[in-house]
């Protein structure tokens, strides 16, 4: 059997976390939780790869809140454009209630959706205030759909909040903690560097107590460097189809 190869060095945060996830698990199912030395390994990959995990959940959580971003500007842009549009209704009374609450949603204009996530959460919530004024709601309800159109802006605008106060609480918690890209290269080179040379060593010595073992890691590291070099090939034929 040819030795273990090395974890790709291109591999993602995601696929070493997994790798490192599924050797925990065949270790602890085998048979050689009692040997010399490999507990120690097996107990700092398994808390490496916990770190490198949670990293990974605080970068979802980020790119969930740019999805989040999104949906309520989006939901404010349908709100301004829907009222905006309603001016020019031949109906005086559709047309004069849309100029009222359109001229305070113009107040904040959809300039706002292009400040920070702070700065936005705090104007959305002072124009959500003002349109709940009771002054303006005649003008609201003259209005069908203004209302549910409010609505959502209101929704979107609090789910994104709440989602931003457990991303800030969890990063105030963790700010000493690495990147997960860090993490990721720390983890790999502890696998590549220590525990794939001690199971290559092993098996040498032992190949019927870790033979099995060592040829599933392999098959485990194999099948993810074999996904690494299928995604560089394809960004290497998309950059190719992009230059001619």
């Known amino acids: 059997m040819a030795s273990l190869k090395k974890i790709h060095f291109n591999s993602s945060n995601a696929e070493v976390d997994v790798i490192a996830k599924e050797l925990v698990m065949l270790y602890a199912q085998s048979d050689?939780?009692?040997?010399?030395?490999l507990p120690a390994m097996m107990g700092k990959v398994h808390e490496m790869r916990q770190q490198l995990n949670q990293a990974i959940k605080r970068l979802k959580t980020m790119s969930s809140l740019k999805q989040y971003d999104h949906e309520r500007d989006q939901a404010l842009a349908a709100l301004m454009y829907f009222v905006f549009g309603l001016q020019y209704q031949p109906d005086a009374a559709i047309n004069a209630a849309a100029g009222t609450i359109y001229k305070t949603l113009n107040n904040y204009g959809l300039s706002i959706t292009r400040d920070n996530y702070t700065a936005e959460s705090a104007l959305i919530d002072s124009l959500l205030l003002d349109l709940s004024k009771p002054d303006l709601q005649p003008a609201i309800a003259q209005l069908a759909g203004c209302a549910e159109l409010i609505e959502i802006v209101r929704e979107k605008q609090e789910a994104f909040v709440q989602l931003q106060n457990q991303y800030s609480t969890a990063k105030a918690k963790e700010q000493s903690l690495l990147s997960a890209t860090r993490l990721r290269r720390q983890l790999r080179k502890y696998l590549n560097g220590m525990v794939l040379v001690y199971l290559n060593a092993m098996f040498l010595v032992d190949e019927p107590l870790y033979g099995q073992f060592v040829q599933t890691v392999a098959v485990i590291?194999?099948?993810?460097?074999?996904?690494v070099k299928r995604r560089q090939?394809?960004?290497?034929?998309?950059?190719?189809s992009n230059e001619q």
């Open 233 to 240: 090939g394809k960004r290497k034929e998309r950059t190719v």
């Open 32 to 37: 050689l939780t009692q040997m010399p030395y």
């Open 221 to 227: 590291v194999d099948d993810s460097n074999r996904n």
